[in-house]
């Protein structure tokens, strides 16, 4: 769901209650699409963020922190020297558009004040934020849009700043209902009533579309243009509803959940009855606090995966490769299989050399390796002496042997290169920090999978397993990677304390730690279940999770990171899921 600009309307309220007079004390610019002001309120600090995502651009303060880049970027240095102690004197909005303005208050180089303009336009994919000067030339923006982007308006430094053409769209709070439902009506295409009503207003969401639709119709199906005199009138009342609701900000912020779904798949500002008992909602004290909710975990997915792109695409292009040999070194191997009638076919030409003429393709022999004493054509190369043909047979014959005891070694090799490659595929997807991000480079570098970067001067620091607690007080420690499965399960975990993996299935090594206690079965249950949740299978059921004690569990030599050997394991069943409850370490 888009942010629409009537909840919009809501946000920017609560903004200017908050944020007004308001000092900028920091900027940061975690990524290319968002940067994070850092204001100083009479209510404390405050993170505002400006997002430009194609999938979430919005404005709202957050609670969430966001890693930042070791340098910051340009746009950033710039933004901390032009807007550092500015003062936020006011928010505007474009009518019920998704344009926001933020003005504030700086100093410059000289001593003068001067005034900044944070102009964001939420926009899909075309989102930006462009900073503007008191003259209204453009200082920057977080998208530069240059003639080889767009032809009918540039965002570059020096020119003058254009709001993008507005749409044809009527703002409820400045035009009356009646002339809303007469643009309704007389919109050139017969469409269903949703359809008309988002053409026709501005800052509307399609969720609320289909909300008046439902409370007007009532179940009915009438379009735009065949509205009978009872749908008309309520839906001039539904709009002063509205209208009111917007106007004095008296809507509440609600997400909205499938019926036992856990994430929300929609949000707005009004009660809404169109999906009855499949859908509940939910209600935040503000509306940032419900952007911040809704956006947080979709997006904090999203950055980790433009950021693990570049490693991720190796992963995979090393899987294929190494899938591509190993196919490629069975089929050598299958003709191997055979080499047993090169050496019949030599020793049978070897016991008949009398019989066969120089200078032949082919001789018909009986074949003393058949009990039935069949006879075998064998075909030979005119070029060479009968003597000679026989040492060629026996010639591929050690060739074939030998290459079946050769490929049989580098295929199991090859295998055991996949079995590592898809768990570094498997970790990399959980990654959630760049730090965890740095250690999987380094992994990969000590493999030989990617250049030495000499500009790491020291390793990253390893970040401590992932801790959680059974429901009956046993701690759960879980690798964040392979080297971190390593040191967990054969140097941290005691011999008495019990080791959990997913069955044939990547994943990271999960230790329960007994403290010398007796393991329950709820214990083992709930580890597997953690085991599952942090595997490839995490979006299975019914995941097959092995477990054993550590005393088990062995590294064979010269092995890669994570991987091991193990004995007197038993196996369990279950569905991925965490504790309710985590522990401090996690």
Known sequence: ????????????NELKTEALGARVYQVYQPN???????????NGNKRLLLSTRANSPRVHFTKYSVENPASPPM?????????????????????????????????????????ITAVVEIMGKYSNVIFVDGEGKIIDALKRVDMTMSSQRLVLPNLPYEYPTPQDKLNILLTDSESVVERIEHTPDE??????????????????????????????????????KE???????????????????????????????????????????????????????????????????????????????????????LINRTSNKINIQRQELEKCADREQLRIRGDLLQANLYRVERGAESVTVENFYDENGSELE???????????????????????????????????RAEEELEYLESLKDVLSRVKSEKELSQIRLECMEQGYIRQNKSMQKKPAQLPPLEYETSDGFRVLVGRNNKQNDLLTMKTASKRDYWFHTKDIPGSHTIVVTDGREISDTAIIEAARIAAFHSKAKESTNVPVDYTLVKHVSKPNGAKPGMVIFVNNRTVYVDPALPLTK???G
């Open 32 to 42: 290319r699409d968002e940067l994070i002001l850092n204001l100083r309120t009479q």
């Open 191 to 228: 469409k269903p009533l949703c359809k008309a009503i988002l053409g026709a207003v501005q800052g509307i969401s399609p969720v609320v579309c289909r909300e008046l639709e439902h409370r007007v119709l009532e179940g009915g199906s009438e379009s735009n243009k065949t509205l009978s």
């Open 75 to 115: 746009l950033c240095m710039l933004l901390r020297k032009r807007l550092g102690g500015g003062r936020l004197v006011d928010i505007r909005q474009a009518g019920l558009d998704r344009i926001i303005s933020f003005d504030f208050d700086c100093v410059n180089e000289l001593g003068d004040r001067v005034r």
């Open 378 to 412: 064998i075909k030979l190369n005119p070029a060479i002496s009968p003597a000679q043909n026989a040492q060629k047979y026996y010639k591929d014959y050690n060739k074939a042997k030998t290459a079946q005891q050769v490929l049989t070694v580098q295929i199991k």
């Open 583 to 585: 522990s401090e370490g």
């Open 1 to 12: 769901m888009a942010l629409d600009g009537m909840m919009l309307h809501h946000v920017v």
């Open 231 to 317: 749908s008309r009138d309520r839906l001039k009342a539904e709009l002063e509803k509205l209208s009111d609701v917007v106007l004095t900000s008296s809507g509440k912020a609600r997400a909205l959940y499938h019926k036992g779904d856990l994430k929300p798949f929609d949000m707005t500002f009004i009660e809404i009855g169109q999906y009855g008992s499949l859908c509940e909602s939910k209600e935040y004290d503000s509306f940032c606090a419900l952007l911040d909710s809704y956006y947080i975990e979709r997006d904090s997915a999203d950055r980790m995966r433009v950021k693990t792109a570049d490693l991720s695409r190796l992963i995979n292009n």
